[in-house]
Structure formats: structure tokens, C-alpha cells
């Protein structure tokens, strides 16, 4: 899950998150340790060990969504009763509940776990990709100051193992390591490198269906693309090295993301998935899904052919997810939209950046099923149009609108009953727009919809899109979300205003504003105009182009203080307050809120100011987030 990205004319920085794929043990399922899966246990005494100054849930049941009883401090003794899938029954005190089983041991943290001459220590390795580094702390949470970067390769002495942390010396520095980027031989000897006598696993791709797990040359995001393995591909496992293996897949040998691999076929037990649910019929000859890019400024047609409606003018070295390619015409999807363009004019070679690639790894404990879920909890919203009702709920009035009829209906985000509710209900009489009909799980027809709530709650499975790194590093635009901030890229203002700012409104000629923005407040000039260009709609907004409050004219770029509810006033009011009367005073203001509330704290990139992983890892909660569209960073 590590990526890296550069754009042109500045040293990028790049910064992706990394989430454990099972931090705490997974919950099983239903709310009972089911007899099947427990390991049993006499029950006996184990001691709380966690950090110092964190505590360790206990829960009514076993599941990180479940109520918590109580919050047990280091060193607190529990009688455990059973353990399983990463649970364990505990009583403690008065109070019986459920802990995570890796938090537990056998002897009381502080007596004995304290480093000394005759503890017994291991030599590990640090393996991160090449050019990587791994971070060295001051504590056992990614809170702790950075004492070091150790590169690939480094040899460290290990003292113990905490969670997922290892406390180690390096050099004549001691501190704590993420335990998974530790191995026990140098990734680069020859040791390490498998060969036809290694014992081999069998294994099978488990991507969701329609994607593509990427097959490259080398155990990193920048190794060449040599295949894109389907779900359920079967594999061959020959060796592992940090969060990747190298596998062999049909007559190619290459590496992939080991979280994306399971020991069974994710669909042996249910019938696969057509063609036909994913392509038209009209697409003859289908690939796999890849992405490509642009030669030059390409229409986006609504069908395949020039004599069919332009949706869109795709600027050149555009990247585009390609479904399948016919009779010189590709099916592809960019940005929400999907349409056809002239195959003659893609390219499988994105345009090579200037400037060098620098790539930060920050692992998280968390999963991404447990970041979606504590993001739903603060109601993320969409303006996507995915959401689906039986066709029999809808009485039509022509052949694209239609109203609900016989009742109230849920809304689902996908055509079928198996799919997940949105948490939306539509009532008899609601206006819809029928944007497609599509053939739902259980064989009944399904309209695709769109009605009049602009903005909608997201789903679980929306939101976990675009919290997933993986989804978008590979793309050379939607990967600048992972574009660490605070570097400045010392661009030419009139080059700026000649080719952004040219036509954007209240913003053409400002460039050189922008530029002393970026160099006052450490704020990178590409991202200020970029932000401000979405903001104010490219210079139109009224809050650009100034609002009167308090029998002042003020001005607001970045949309600051602009709340769901009343954005212009409350936008006006901010502004207001920080006496933004001019727009380069908005310009140059707003740079400093952004980097004194954002990147100054750490969210130095667009997706830490949407997200902010580091809270919700740390806190477990949602804080400190720029927007609520799940798609703003995107």
C-alpha cells in the first residue's frame, strides 16, 4: 500500500498511509466466541500491556463496535476465560467482557519487560522498499518524535515486541520501530531471494469484483506493470518481504501486495459475476481494466462515434481507467463519468515527470475496515449518483423521470436486495431522474437513480473507496492527494498567469500573490491556486468576488469557514473577522489558516486534511476534517 508520485517542476514529496489489515483481531462473526473457534483455555491470570498512558477497551462483546464497559490502565491484572479470533474473555475486577488477546501477558509489564544487560535480544532487519526509510520514535505510537530514519537494510537490535511495535537500538539510538518492516535475514542478501527449491503456498487474488490486483517487476509501487490479476486468480507464493511476496501467476513471476492474496477462492462457495454486469454487450472485446493516458486534448463521447454528444474535452496526459476497446473506440471512466474515446489517441506510458521522486511510508493501527467504520459515524457525504431502487417502485412519466409509488422504499448501492441500504428511504410521490435500468441480483430489474437531495450520505463501501490509498496512487492526478504540501515549487508567476490563471475570474493576474502566499506561510503555490480554483468555481464564486458584512466588502478564496448550511454568510463572517478586504489579503490569510490549522499539525497532505488518520488511529473518532464530501481530496 506504499505509493509515490511527483509532479512537474518541483520536488515532490509524497506521504500514503498504510493501514494493518488486523490491528486488533478481526470480529467474528455473529456476537458470541462460537465453540468452533475457540481455543480453549483454563482460565488464569494474565496483566494489561499497553502504553503508559493508554488504556485497553473492555467491550460487551467481541468487536470494536461494541459497548465499552471499561478501559483497563497497564499492569491491570485479568482473569482470562477463553480466547478467540484475536478475543479474549476476561473478567476484571466486577466487570466481564471482551479484550483484544494481543494486549495480554503472562507476566506484569514493568517488572519484568524492563531492558537490561541480561535480556535476551534478537538482530532484525529493517525492510522497507528501496529509497524508503523507517522511522525511528521517541514512544511506541506514531505521536513519539522522530529520533531517526533507518534505511533498508539497517541492522537493529530488538529488546521486545509491544503490539505492533518493537523497541530497538540502532546505531547509539534506542526507540520503537513498527514491528512488520523488521525481518530476520538482510532483505538484499542473497539469502533472501527465493528460489525453484523454496517451499511454495498456493494462493488466490481477493480484490473486489471488477478490480485488478497489479502484478509488477520489483517489490515496490514503482516496479513496471507486468500483469493485472483478476479476483479469484490462483497463485503461487514463493517468498515474502514486508508487505509484499513474490508470487507466479500463470507463465509470469513477479511481486504483489500480500493483503490482497487469501488462502481459499473468495468465490468458490457463490457464482461468478458475468461479463455482461460489468460491460456492455456492445464492448466485443473486453481487457482487463488498466488505466492509460491521453496523447492529446480527446473528446469524451457519449457512445462510439463522432457523431454522438461530447460529455467532456479530456485535457492531454489525462489518465483514464479503460473497461474494453473495440473497432478503434475505448470504453473508459474518468472522474465519476464514463464515455468512449478514440483509442488512437491513448497511450499505456503516463508522461514522465520532472524532478526527483521522493516516497514517506506512514503505517497506521488501524484497518481500513475499522477507519471506514469510525468515519461513518460522523455522516460523510456524496454527490455520486450510485443508488439503486426496484423498478416496481417507480411509477414512470417518461422514459428518464419517474415517481416512488405504494409507499416508502429504501435505497441500496447496488441493484439488488444483498446490497447495502444507504440509510436513505424514499416516500410515495418523490420526483426521481432513471438514469439507467440494470438487472438486479436476484434477476428483478433495478433503475439507477438520481433525485433531489444533491448531497447524500455516503455508504460504508463509498467511503472505503476512497480511504484506500490503492485506488488512487497509480493515477499521476488523483494521486496528488498523497502530495506533501509544504514544499513550495518556485514557479514563474508570469508562466502562472499565462497558462492557469488566464480567464479565472477575480484570480487572473494574482499569481504573484499566490507565490508570496507559498513563501510567507510554507505552503506549496501549486496546491493554493488549485484550491482556490475549486473553491470559487475558477474566480466566479460570490465569496471571491466579495460579499458585504458589516458594511465592509470582504473576500474569501479558500472557502474558510464556509459550513454546510449557510456558507456564504458564515463564509463572510470569518473573513470578516480576519480582516480579508482586499483579495490578496484572502489569498495570503487563508495560506496561513491552512498551514497554521492543517499542515502545521501534521496533515500536510490532501488526504490527512480530509481524513486525518492520525486522529482517528490514535483516538479512535473523526477530528479536525476539511470537508465532509468523501471526494474532495480526490
Known amino acids: 500500500m506504499k505509493k509515490g508520485l511527483v509532479i512537474p517542476l518541483c520536488l515532490a514529496v509524497l506521504s500514503t498511509p498504510a493501514f494493518d489489515k488486523a490491528v486488533q483481531a478481526a470480529s467474528p462473526k455473529g456476537n458470541n466466541i462460537h465453540n468452533s473457534n475457540v481455543q480453549a483455555v483454563k482460565a488464569e491470570t494474565k496483566y494489561v500491556n499497553v502504553d503508559a498512558n493508554s488504556s485497553l477497551l473492555l467491550r460487551t462483546k467481541p468487536s470494536t463496535s461494541a459497548?465499552?464497559?471499561?478501559?483497563?490502565?497497564?499492569?491491570?491484572?485479568?482473569?482470562?476465560?477463553?480466547?478467540?479470533?484475536?478475543?479474549?474473555?476476561?473478567?476484571?475486577?466486577?466487570?466481564?467482557?471482551?479484550?483484544?488477546?494481543?494486549?495480554?501477558?503472562?507476566?506484569?509489564?514493568?517488572?519484568?519487560?524492563?531492558?537490561?544487560?541480561?535480556t535476551k535480544t534478537t538482530t532484525k532487519y529493517v525492510n522497507v522498499d528501496k529509497g524508503s526509510h523507517l522511522l525511528l520514535r521517541s514512544k511506541a505510537s506514531i505521536s513519539g518524535s522522530r529520533l531517526a530514519s533507518l534505511p533498508r537494510g539497517?541492522?537493529?537490535?530488538?529488546?521486545?515486541?509491544?503490539?505492533?511495535?518493537?523497541?530497538?537500538?540502532?546505531?547509539?539510538?534506542?526507540?520503537?520501530?513498527?514491528?512488520?518492516?523488521?525481518?530476520?535475514?538482510?532483505?538484499?542478501?542473497?539469502?533472501?531471494k527465493a528460489s525453484p527449491s523454496s517451499k511454495t503456498t498456493t494462493k488466490y487474488v481477493n480484490v473486489d469484483k471488477g478490480s485488478h490486483l497489479l502484478l509488477r517487476s520489483k517489490a515496490s509501487t514503482s516496479g513496471s506493470r507486468l500483469a493485472s490479476l483478476p479476483r479469484g486468480e490462483k497463485v503461487t507464493v514463493y517468498s515474502s518481504s514486508g508487505p509484499w511476496v513474490k508470487v507466479k501467476a500463470?507463465?509470469?513471476?513477479?511481486?504483489?501486495?500480500?493483503?490482497?492474496?487469501?488462502?481459499?477462492?473468495?468465490?468458490a462457495s457463490t457464482e461468478k459475476e458475468s461479463t455482461s454486469n460489468n460491460h456492455n454487450s456492445s464492448d466485443k472485446t473486453p481487457v482487463s481494466t488498466v488505466t492509460k493516458y491521453t496523447t492529446a486534448n480527446l473528446n469524451l463521447r457519449k457512445g462510439a462515434s463522432t457523431?454522438?454528444?461530447?460529455?467532456?474535452?479530456?485535457?492531454?496526459?489525462?489518465?483514464?481507467?479503460?473497461?474494453?476497446?473495440?473497432?478503434?473506440?475505448?470504453?473508459?471512466?474518468?472522474?465519476?463519468?464514463?464515455?468512449?474515446?478514440?483509442?488512437?489517441?491513448?497511450?499505456s506510458t503516463a508522461k514522465k515527470p520532472n524532478g526527483k521522486i521522493t516516497t514517506i511510508h506512514h503505517p497506521y493501527d488501524l484497518s481500513l475496515d475499522e477507519f471506514a467504520n469510525i468515519e461513518m459515524k460522523v455522516s460523510p457525504q456524496t454527490d455520486t449518483n450510485k443508488r439503486y431502487i426496484r423498478s416496481d417502485a417507480i411509477k414512470l412519466t417518461s422514459k428518464t423521470t419517474g415517481v416512488v409509488q405504494h409507499g416508502s422504499w429504501n435505497v441500496r448501492d447496488g441493484a439488488g436486495t444483498k446490497n447495502h441500504e444507504v440509510g436513505e428511504t424514499l416516500k410515495e410521490g418523490t420526483k426521481v431522474t432513471i438514469l439507467s435500468t440494470v438487472k438486479g441480483d436476484e434477476g428483478y430489474p433495478w433503475y439507477q437513480i438520481s433525485y433531489n437531495k444533491a448531497w447524500k450520505k455516503a455508504t460504508n463501501n463509498e467511503v472505503k473507496?476512497?480511504?484506500?490509498?490503492?485506488?488512487?496512487?497509480?493515477?499521476?492526478?488523483?494521486?496528488?492527494?498523497?502530495?506533501?504540501?509544504?514544499t513550495t515549487a518556485n514557479l514563474s508567476a508570469a508562466e502562472v498567469n499565462q497558462k492557469?490563471?488566464?480567464?479565472?475570474?477575480?484570480?487572473?493576474?494574482?499569481?504573484?500573490?499566490?507565490?508570496?502566499?507559498?513563501?510567507?506561510?510554507?505552503?506549496?503555490?501549486?496546491?493554493?491556486?488549485?484550491?482556490?480554483?475549486?473553491?470559487?468555481?475558477?474566480?466566479?464564486?460570490?465569496?471571491?468576488?466579495?460579499?458585504?458584512?458589516?458594511?465592509?466588502?470582504?473576500?474569501?478564496?479558500?472557502?474558510?469557514?464556509?459550513?454546510?448550511?449557510?456558507?456564504?454568510?458564515?463564509?463572510?463572517?470569518?473573513?470578516?473577522?480576519?480582516?480579508?478586504?482586499?483579495?490578496?489579503?484572502?489569498?495570503?490569510?487563508?495560506?496561513?489558516?491552512?498551514?497554521?490549522?492543517?499542515?502545521?499539525?501534521?496533515?500536510?497532505?490532501?488526504?490527512?486534511?480530509?481524513?486525518?488518520?492520525?486522529?482517528?488511529?490514535?483516538?479512535?473518532?473523526?477530528?479536525?476534517?476539511?470537508?465532509?464530501?468523501?471526494?474532495?481530496?480526490?
Not at 158 to 178: E, M, R
Not at 309 to 338: C, F, M, P, Q, R
Request: proline share 3%; hydrophobic share 35%; no cysteine.
Open 67 to 118: 459497548t465499552k464497559l471499561d478501559g483497563l490502565k497497564k499492569g491491570t491484572a485479568v482473569l482470562v476465560y477463553a480466547v478467540s479470533d484475536g478475543w479474549a474473555k476476561v473478567k476484571a475486577g466486577t466487570k466481564t467482557g471482551y479484550v483484544s488477546a494481543k494486549y495480554l501477558s503472562s507476566t506484569k509489564p514493568g517488572r519484568t519487560a524492563k531492558t537490561t544487560s541480561t
Open 154 to 192: 539497517e541492522k537493529v537490535t530488538v529488546y521486545s515486541t509491544s503490539g505492533s511495535w518493537a523497541k530497538v537500538k540502532a546505531g547509539n539510538k534506542t526507540g520503537y520501530v513498527h514491528a512488520s518492516y523488521l525481518v530476520n535475514k538482510a532483505p538484499d542478501s542473497s539469502a533472501a
Open 250 to 267: 500463470g507463465s509470469k513471476t513477479g511481486y504483489v501486495l500480500a493483503s490482497y492474496l487469501a488462502s481459499a477462492d473468495p468465490d
Open 307 to 347: 457523431s454522438t454528444g461530447v460529455i467532456e474535452v479530456l485535457d492531454k496526459g489525462t489518465a483514464v481507467k479503460v473497461y474494453s476497446e473495440n473497432d478503434g473506440w475505448a470504453k473508459v471512466e474518468i472522474g465519476g463519468k464514463t464515455g468512449y474515446v478514440s483509442t488512437k489517441y491513448l497511450t
Open 465 to 486: 473507496y476512497y480511504l484506500n490509498p490503492a485506488n488512487f496512487i497509480s493515477d499521476p492526478v488523483r494521486s496528488l492527494q498523497f502530495l506533501k504540501l509544504t
Open 500 to 634: 492557469i490563471l488566464a480567464g479565472k475570474g477575480i484570480l487572473s493576474g494574482k499569481a504573484s500573490t499566490f507565490l508570496t502566499a507559498a513563501k510567507q506561510n510554507g505552503v506549496n503555490e501549486i496546491y493554493l491556486i488549485a484550491h482556490a480554483l475549486l473553491e470559487t468555481g475558477n474566480g466566479t464564486s460570490q465569496l471571491a468576488n466579495g460579499v458585504q458584512y458589516n458594511g465592509k466588502t470582504v473576500y474569501n478564496m479558500y472557502g474558510i469557514g464556509a459550513n454546510d448550511g449557510n456558507p456564504i454568510q458564515n463564509g463572510a463572517a470569518y473573513a470578516y473577522h480576519q480582516g480579508w478586504t482586499t483579495p490578496e489579503a484572502a489569498i495570503i490569510g487563508g495560506a496561513k489558516f491552512i498551514n497554521s490549522n492543517y499542515l502545521g499539525v501534521g496533515q500536510d497532505t490532501l488526504y490527512k486534511m480530509r481524513w486525518n488518520p492520525d486522529s482517528a488511529a490514535t483516538n479512535g473518532y473523526a477530528s479536525h476534517q476539511y470537508a465532509t464530501d468523501i471526494g474532495w481530496a480526490y
